[in-house]
């Protein structure tokens, strides 16, 4: 480069970096590559040069005047980008503002624990089936091995209706109704409503349960242990279970599935009244008596039954204390799930 | 009910923490519901004997004592109460003794006198309410002994509570049988008493037993001369500490056998029975007898009945009659034990409506070998007790003794239930221990029934007794090795939780309310005769519902009543109707009710209300979760305000309604007059065959949109004019989307403009304005022609 383009690109490149707009740098353009500007004068001043020399000066100058051009205009890209972007950012909103959607509503507590329990059911591989609430007494009772005058019948008081129905006390006469239309093997789960004559703090009158059973060929208590274990860490987590000896009229052996306390951690509380155990399913080995009553070889197949209130699970997850605030409709309740 | 340590350990030597009883029987059954340890924080506190008893000096409620508590150096105690005087035995309370309300025993000067100690009332000691004075011990009591030992309340107390299953571990004898078996300890058994006495029973009285299936043993024994009295204070004690008030020495003697034994028994007066005998048999229609607890009941020939020669004298297994019992006055006592059938038991007491300790124990059966021994223990105890002398033999009118049950085991089949593999020899030990009787061959093994057991009839009842006694904890853990057929969701289950998860993402809240409804609901609620409960709770539950409207309504309008406007609710739920043969016909509806404003209200948006609209849209959507066309019309729901309500309908099938709650329902000022509800008959709805879908091919060519504005008279029809546009549109219609309704100024009043926005499109070419055109203009035309209608300018 000659000594003149040298002085030249070094002046530029000063000027360049004291540019600060858009507008700066076409005032460079212009101040350097106008028609007035130095590279101009340059090139009107090649004349004078000798013929020998011309050549190699012009393309000195235009090699210059492109190093110029394409400095001028990275410069110009920049700051209009930039300046774009202070534009972008003017009338800039608060981000505290609350957004405007529609609040989203809430599913009913005991409806959430019921899904979350037969969701695990449904991923061991059962499948969910349904009942009546009004029932016949044979499904609700006889079906089960629940004669009529049995001392079990005192463990659920039953509404009656006047037609001599039942409204069911437990979801167990739906494992009747499954078994009488389809055959072994199958594991199933049965949600819903059922209903006992007693109401307080505790108790009431309709809650919900769920009911499960599994019948195969070869299917022993120590998978009954299994698979209500697998439930029980999914449901409440890794913590202890404890199966101890109990009574229902249509298993045999029957259990009761108690699961270490969620408050304490088995060291005893209020909750668990000091047992640092909380009663969560009675469970049993079918009973051979209910499968004759549905037509299944009692020698050919064994099951496990079992059943769970949903309403204690849904109070002991979410700190309830009374049930009936389940049923009295309260958005102020509500609202809280 | 209670048991006794102290009472077991007649049977069986145990000595763990009563904690460790409790945790056994537990696991094996029988659930101990709380301990009872009266002792436990009662420390330090002695029996104290009153040397002297003077005024204190400065104060003139106060005394000052003086009181040995058998250490050699008297105590000064100041003391507050009025009821005792030198040489009187009192519980001491020594310094450093914490009572049970919490309260320490202090070195302490009272009214400027030093006291080293505290003399105490039972309610001190935690035993009563008792606070009038000082507990004054019986005179035998050991000075310097401890009072926990003295008073008896080192014992401790279970509450235990039975599955109807085990009758046979009613009574101190049956839970020391499952304790011997579960901690392998040899269970003692009472020296069986001889029925030995003066002349022989058979002389003195009879028993003629006319219903052996009812009552299939029935015994008696004598004793005569009996002193009526009051129990022994060890009697007292066993008896109050189970929580049973003593009454005579011969009454209390009946209960004892039946808490010790488990067999209920039955004192009479001999002299009062008509004929000096027993006959068992059922009750003449209307016959009368007034009960132990003084009510006269009216019996039938459903019951049977213990009577004299004349009339009946106790309500078989129930309770005895008022006349004959024992009383202080009685000297010759008729002792009856006997065994009865449960059903008939639990018949009686149902209908008279009266449980006694006795009747629950026959309905969960008792022990038939038990009536001799029953009646041996307690003529020995009457003898003893209060002085009575047994007449020789017992009546034993027992006709057809019943055959050990004897049931099959298969050790195989133990395995194969349990999964767990014991050795039969293993299975026969426990089986043994359980006091079965065992008969082992190979396999399979025999087993003899104790007749205390009735709960085990059949091999499953005897695995279970196996795995009670080895233990479910140690049955292994795993999973069932089946395969089972996949099973899907039904439609319904589907179309519930679409719905559900539908709502809730538009604001709803669930709500589920009771399937019962009050007989009271207004009559415009009712939907056909609902299903009355024969034996409801209350009047407000006395039917089932027959729609989920009243239960919306009532939600709605309590939470108005808190002050809370604006609601968004649902339920799905089973509804309840008599089918033609009256019985239940169920189907699961949805419901929804709202109140206050549909959007959300907030510093962008104002209140916009929820009207009939906005709830035809919802269903709408939730049609087409189906998939399915929801269609509209007026309706005429008496509980939806005869204007704003349409009907739901599928094809020709009502599905529900959808409108304004009827102003006649609105019972209070509070309640706004927009609040909407809606129902739809979810498993009809279910039912629908969704259509099948097939892929149509994304336009290729550009679609061109003209709008219409039309005036159309306000009692004309959308309907009509879509099917107008629709007809005149033809194939190239691809779209008619109504975006504007206007009424009110600059427009004649009578009617209001629709506008139209239509949208034309070929499947295979650019459509020209020269096409679209006339179509417009026939649809204009017909508009005015058949709708009265006109074109906007």
């Not at chain 1, 059962?126 to 006889?142: Q, V």
């Not at chain 2, 009910?1 to 145990?14: A, C, E, F, G, T």
């Not at chain 2, 706004?672 to 509800?677: G, I, L, R």
């Amino acid at each position: 480069m000659s000594d003149q383009s040298e002085i030249l690109w070094n002046q530029f490149e000063e000027e360049r970096r004291q540019a600060a707009s858009s507008k700066d740098a076409e005032a460079l353009r212009v101040k350097y590559l106008g028609k007035k500007g130095p590279v101009s004068a340059l090139l009107k001043n090649l004349g004078a040069l000798p013929p020998d020399q011309r050549k190699a000066a012009g393309e000195a100058i235009n090699r210059l005047k492109a190093r110029l051009e394409e400095s001028v205009e990275a410069l110009m890209q920049e700051w209009s980008g930039r300046e774009e972007e202070a534009k972008l950012k003017t009338d800039l909103p608060d981000p505290s503002l609350p957004g405007t959607a529609l609040p989203l509503g809430t599913l009913h507590p005991v409806t959430q624990i019921g899904l979350e329990v037969a969701a695990i059911f449904v991923s061991m591989g059962f499948f969910l089936a349904e009942g009546p609430e009004a029932e016949d007494e044979y499904y609700n009772f006889e079906a089960l091995n629940v004669p009529k005058h049995h001392p079990a019948r005192d463990m659920q008081d039953t509404f009656y209706l006047e037609n001599g129905q039942v409204l069911r006390t437990q979801t167990s006469p739906v494992q009747i109704r499954t078994m009488e239309t389809i055959k072994p093997p199958f594991k199933m789960v049965a949600l819903g409503k059922v209903y006992r004559r007693d109401s307080d703090i505790t108790h009431s009158p309709m809650f919900s349960q769920m009911e499960g059973l599994v019948v195969g060929e070869n299917v022993t208590m120590a998978d009954l242990k299994g698979t209500l274990a697998a439930f029980a860490e999914k449901m409440f987590g890794k913590r202890l279970t404890r199966f101890r000896a109990s009574y229902f009229p249509f298993t045999e052996p029957s259990a009761e599935m108690d699961v270490q306390c969620i408050f304490c951690e088995g060291k005893g509380c209020r909750v668990c009244k000091n047992t640092g155990w909380m009663e969560i399913l009675g469970c049993g080995m079918v009973n051979p008596r209910v499968f004759e009553a549905v037509k299944y070889d009692p020698e050919k197949y064994t099951g496990f039954a079992f059943g769970m209130g949903i309403e204690r699970m849904a109070m002991q997850r979410f700190g309830i204390h009374d049930i009936r605030l389940l049923f009295n409709s309260d958005v102020r309740f509500l609202r809280q799930f | 009910m209670k048991i006794l340590l102290s009472w077991l350990r007649d049977y069986i030597d145990i000595q763990v923490p009563p904690q460790k009883i409790a945790d056994a029987l537990l696991m094996a059954g029988i659930e101990v519901e709380a301990i009872h340890e009266p002792g436990k924080h009662l420390r330090k506190v002695v029996v104290g004997q009153v040397l002297t008893r003077d005024k204190h000096p400065n104060a003139d409620k106060l005394s000052l004592c003086t009181v040995d508590v058998g250490t050699g150096t008297p105590l000064q105690i100041v003391c507050g109460a009025p009821n005792h005087q030198a040489g009187d035995k009192v519980p001491t309370a020594l310094v450093g003794a914490v009572l049970p309300s919490g309260f320490e025993i202090r070195v302490a000067k009272i009214r400027g006198v030093e006291s080293s100690g505290m003399l105490c009332s039972k309610k001190e000691l935690g035993i009563s309410d008792d606070h009038s004075g000082l507990y004054i011990l019986p005179p035998d009591a050991k000075v310097g002994e401890d009072i926990v030992k003295t008073l008896g309340m080192d014992d401790v107390t279970f509450e235990i509570s039975v599955t109807p299953n085990r009758g046979d571990v009613l009574s101190h004898l049956g839970i020391a049988r499952d304790l011997s078996a579960l901690f392998n300890l040899p269970l003692h058994r009472n020296s069986l008493d001889e029925a030995t006495g003066e002349d022989d029973v058979r002389a003195l009285t009879s028993v003629t037993l006319d219903e052996p299936d009812l009552c299939p043993r029935y015994g008696a024994r004598l004793v005569r001369d009996v002193e009526v009295g009051e129990s022994p204070r060890w009697l007292k004690d066993r008896l109050e500490k189970v929580g049973i008030r003593s009454i005579n020495s011969v009454v209390d003697i009946t209960n004892y056998v039946m808490l010790d034994i488990g067999h209920p028994m039955h004192a009479f007066d001999f002299d009062r029975l008509a004929g000096h005998r027993i006959v068992v048999r059922r009750a003449a229609p209307g016959e009368k007898l007034q009960s132990l607890d003084a009510v006269h009941r009216t019996l039938d020939p459903s019951m049977l009945v213990i009577a004299d020669a004349q009339k009946p004298v106790a309500i078989a297994g129930v309770m005895g009659g008022e006349e004959t019992g024992v009383t202080t006055t009685t000297r010759n006592v008729l002792l009856e034990a006997a065994c009865f059938d449960p059903v008939c038991i639990r018949k009686t007491a149902k209908t008279l409506g009266m449980m006694s300790d006795s009747s629950y124990r026959f309905e969960r059966g008792t022990n038939i070998d038990n009536v001799p021994i029953a009646l041996n223990l307690a003529a020995r105890l009457i003898k003893d007790l209060a002085g009575g002398r047994p007449a020789a033999g017992l009546i034993d009118a027992f006709p057809a003794p019943p055959p050990l049950k004897r049931i099959l085991l298969r050790t195989r089949r133990v395995a194969r239930v349990l999964g767990i593999d014991l050795k039969p020899a293993q299975i026969e030990t426990l089986l043994l221990r359980l006091k079965f009787e065992v008969t082992r061959n190979g396999e399979e093994i025999w087993v003899g029934v104790p007749p205390f057991r009735h709960d085990i009839d059949q091999e499953a009842d005897l695995i279970e007794e196996v795995a009670r006694l080895y233990g479910y904890e140690h049955i292994p853990v795993t999973l069932p090795a089946l395969f089972s057929q996949p099973v899907l969701p039904t439609p319904l289950q589907k179309l519930v939780r679409r719905t559900r998860d539908y709502l809730v993402d538009q604001g709803f809240h669930e709500i589920i309310s009771y399937s019962f409804i009050p007989a009271s609901i207004p009559p415009i609620l009712r939907e056909g005769p609902p299903l009355p409960l024969k034996n409801p709770l209350s009047d407000e539950q006395a039917h089932l519902r027959t729609s989920l409207l009243w239960g919306m309504i009532d939600a709605l309008t309590r939470n108005i009543f808190s002050d809370e406007y604006e609601l968004r609710f649902f339920e799905t739920g089973r509804v309840f109707q008599p089918d033609a043969s009256g019985f239940t016909r169920e189907a699961d509806r949805l419901c929804l009710g709202c109140c206050g404003p549909a959007n959300p209200v907030d510093w962008r948006h104002s209140r916009e209300p929820f009207d009939l609209f906005r709830l035809k849209g919802l269903l709408s959507r939730i049609g087409a979760l189906v998939p399915t066309d929801l269609e509209f019309a007026r309706g005429t729901h008496p509980a939806l305000h005869p204007a704003r309500q349409f009907e739901v309908t599928m094809g020709n099938r009502r599905l529900g309604v959808v409108g304004q709650i009827h102003p006649q329902l609105r019972t209070n000022k509070k309640i706004p007059e927009d609040w909407f509800v809606a129902e739809l008959d979810l498993t009809a709805l279910a039912a629908a065959k969704p259509a099948r879908r097939l892929m149509q091919p994304i336009p290729e060519f550009p679609a061109i949109r003209r709008d219409l504005a039309i005036l159309l008279p306000k009692t004309g029809s959308y309907q009509a004019v879509r099917q107008i546009v629709q007809e005149a549109g033809g194939e190239i219609l691809e779209k008619c989307t109504l975006f504007d309704i206007y009424e009110g100024k600059g427009i004649d009043p009578d009617r209001r403009s629709l506008a139209l926005g239509l949208t034309f499109r070929a499947k295979d070419r650019t459509l020209k304005d020269e096409e679209i055109q006339p179509r417009v203009d026939a649809m204009v035309k017909k508009i005015t022609e058949r709708l009265q209608g006109k074109l906007r300018d």
